[in-house]
Structures are given as structure tokens and as C-alpha cells.
């Protein structure tokens, strides 16, 4: 059993197409990425029909890329926006439990003040709003990787019944040894911190920018990743958040056929490691 991401081709309109070629492709799962960099609220009547394509198409909803917005905004000194933000995610977290996930993964938003010191304190007070509602929602929040030293002190402050990692493995495959907004090293990072690992974005790419590729077609260490995981606290399956326009001149379905092909060859590493 694998999972795709929902916008391997498009992230707005009309996601049936996609969900329904997902599943021909032998997929059992879709991590939710539709609208997660916009403002989109997610209505009663929305999250029905997509409750009703998931059930037509055999899918099951993996976990959900939440959004920090574009004007609501979670981590923002602004009241006013931190507090749409605040129901940005909210929308998310209702929407992941209907649909029978268990995650949401969210960035970290801060800002760096002049001094070097970073400021976290309005997502944190967003996080702490929210934390009743994802716990009685059964829902856990992950805070995909970025700056290491933001995400080590979210975990060290919030519990594992509420607040988790996502490891991209693109994120961590870039910029390595450069002390950038990703920080390089995301192998050494993912190691220190896999204990707390719920959800992953699994993707490749060259080192140097973020492409979003299959697995195995540039340069993530594949097999270090793999003996990680297998000794993770992460127990799901092995889900891409992989992009079609990236890999060439190939149909939509000779994509699907690779990307299917891709996450079985990787579980079977992630397996052999147990």
C-alpha cells in the first residue's frame, strides 16, 4: 500500500480527475495537497464530495498538507490575520478527521529579528489554541522541516500526542552544510529527531533546488533515508509528493506507472532494515 500526493498535476480545481488515476495506478492512499499555500476555507458540501470520490475511487485519505495562507496566517504578529490563520487550520484539522486522516502537516512560521533571534511566539500561541481541538478531533499536527532549530523547539515544548515532524526529503536534501533557511543535513537532522516522526514527503532532487522528482532519479541518499525510516516512529506507508511536470517529456500515466513503481522499490528497502 502506497500514497500519492493529490496535486501531482495541478494543486487548484477540480481533483476527481486525479484521485481516479491515483487509483488506477494501483495507489492506496492520497496525501491531500490541493490549496495548501491558499486562503481556501473548505465547506460542509466540499469535504462531502471529496468523502464521496475517495469512496468511489477506493481511496483512503493518508494525511492532509495544511496551509499557512497567503493573508490568514498562523504565525503572524497581526491579531487580526494569526486569528484567520488560526481558522485556516482549524478548516484542516475538521476536514483531515471527516475524511479519516490522522495528520496535518503544517510549515513553521516565524520571523528573524535583527539581533539573529528568531520569533516564534505567534505560532506558538496559534498552536496552543489549537491544541483542544486536534486532540479531541483525534488529530495530530506536523511540522514539516525546515529551520532545525524552530522544529527542535516545538517538539522539546509540545507533546507527541499532539505535535509530530514530516520529514521532506527533498527540504532535507538541499542546501547541505550551508546554514540557509533549510540548514542542510536533513539525514543528520531526521536521526536526531525520528523518534517523533508521523509523516513524510518523500520526492528527489539535485541538491540545489526543490523539484519535486521521483524517488531514485537524482540525488537523495535513498539507502541512508531508508535505514532511518525503518527504525522511525513513523508506521505508514511510503507516500510521494512528487510533481509530473518535473520529469520530462512523459504521459500522465507513464508518471503514475514510475511513481508506483518508485514507492515499491522503496518500501521494500525501508522493509529489508526491520
Same mark, same amino acid.
Request: with cysteine; net charge negative; proline share 3%.
Given at each position: 500500500?502506497?500514497?500519492?500526493? @493529490?496535486?501531482?498535476? &495541478? @494543486?487548484?480545481?477540480?481533483?476527481?480527475?486525479?484521485?481516479?488515476?491515483?487509483?488506477? &495506478?494501483?495507489?492506496?492512499?492520497?496525501?491531500?495537497?490541493?490549496?495548501?499555500?491558499?486562503?481556501?476555507?473548505?465547506?460542509?458540501?466540499?469535504?462531502?464530495?471529496?468523502?464521496?470520490?475517495?469512496?468511489?475511487?477506493?481511496?483512503?485519505?493518508?494525511?492532509?498538507?495544511?496551509?499557512?495562507?497567503?493573508?490568514?496566517?498562523?504565525?503572524?504578529?497581526?491579531?487580526?490575520?494569526? *486569528?484567520?490563520?488560526?481558522?485556516?487550520? &482549524?478548516?484542516?484539522?475538521?476536514?483531515?478527521?471527516?475524511?479519516?486522516?490522522?495528520?496535518?502537516?503544517?510549515?513553521?512560521? /516565524?520571523?528573524?529579528?535583527?539581533?539573529?533571534?528568531?520569533?516564534?511566539?505567534?505560532?506558538?500561541?496559534?498552536?496552543?489554541?489549537?491544541?483542544?481541538?486536534?486532540?479531541?478531533?483525534?488529530?495530530?499536527?506536523?511540522?514539516?522541516?525546515?529551520?532545525?532549530?524552530?522544529?527542535? @523547539? *516545538?517538539?522539546?515544548?509540545?507533546?507527541?500526542?499532539?505535535?509530530? *515532524?514530516?520529514?521532506?526529503?527533498?527540504?532535507?536534501?538541499?542546501?547541505?552544510?550551508?546554514?540557509?533557511?533549510?540548514?542542510?543535513?536533513?539525514?543528520?537532522?531526521?536521526?536526531?529527531?525520528?523518534?517523533?516522526?508521523? @509523516?513524510?514527503?518523500?520526492?528527489?532532487?539535485?541538491?540545489?533546488?526543490?523539484?519535486?522528482?521521483?524517488?531514485?532519479?537524482?540525488?537523495?541518499?535513498?539507502?541512508?533515508?531508508?535505514?532511518?525510516?525503518?527504525?522511525?516512529?513513523? +508506521?505508514?506507508?511510503?507516500?510521494?509528493?512528487?510533481?509530473?511536470?518535473?520529469?520530462?517529456?512523459?504521459?500522465?500515466?507513464? /508518471?503514475? &506507472?514510475?511513481?508506483?513503481?518508485?514507492?515499491?522499490?522503496? +518500501?521494500?528497502?525501508?522493509?529489508?532494515?526491520?
Amino acid at each position: 500500500m502506497y500514497s500519492l500526493t @493529490s496535486d501531482y498535476m &495541478a @494543486s487548484k480545481g477540480d481533483p476527481s480527475p486525479y484521485l481516479r488515476k491515483i487509483a488506477e &495506478a494501483g495507489f492506496s492512499y492520497t496525501h491531500w495537497c490541493h490549496q495548501w499555500n491558499t486562503d481556501f476555507i473548505y465547506n460542509k458540501s466540499e469535504i462531502d464530495q471529496i468523502e464521496r470520490w475517495l469512496k468511489e475511487y477506493g481511496l483512503k485519505l493518508l494525511d492532509l498538507h495544511g496551509s499557512m495562507g497567503q493573508e490568514k496566517s498562523w504565525g503572524v504578529a497581526e491579531e487580526y490575520r494569526r *486569528l484567520a490563520g488560526y481558522e485556516l487550520v &482549524a478548516n484542516r484539522l475538521e476536514m483531515t478527521a471527516r475524511l479519516g486522516g490522522g495528520v496535518v502537516i503544517m510549515h513553521a512560521q /516565524f520571523s528573524q529579528l535583527e539581533d539573529g533571534t528568531i520569533e516564534m511566539a505567534p505560532m506558538m500561541k496559534t498552536l496552543d489554541e489549537l491544541e483542544p481541538l486536534a486532540r479531541c478531533l483525534g488529530v495530530k499536527i506536523a511540522i514539516e522541516n525546515g529551520n532545525w532549530e524552530v522544529i527542535s @523547539s *516545538l517538539l522539546a515544548k509540545y507533546s507527541p500526542e499532539f505535535l509530530g *515532524l514530516c520529514y521532506d526529503c527533498g527540504h532535507g536534501n538541499l542546501g547541505y552544510g550551508k546554514p540557509d533557511f533549510y540548514q542542510g543535513y536533513g539525514l543528520d537532522q531526521l536521526d536526531i529527531h525520528k523518534e517523533r516522526l508521523i @509523516s513524510v514527503h518523500l520526492h528527489d532532487n539535485d541538491g540545489v533546488s526543490d523539484q519535486h522528482r521521483l524517488p531514485f532519479t537524482a540525488t537523495v541518499d535513498w539507502e541512508r533515508l531508508a535505514k532511518i525510516l525503518a527504525v522511525s516512529g513513523y +508506521t505508514k506507508c511510503v507516500s510521494l509528493e512528487t510533481t509530473a511536470a518535473n520529469e520530462g517529456e512523459i504521459s500522465e500515466e507513464e /508518471f503514475l &506507472a514510475k511513481a508506483y513503481r518508485a514507492a515499491a522499490r522503496l +518500501t521494500e528497502m525501508i522493509e529489508s532494515y526491520r
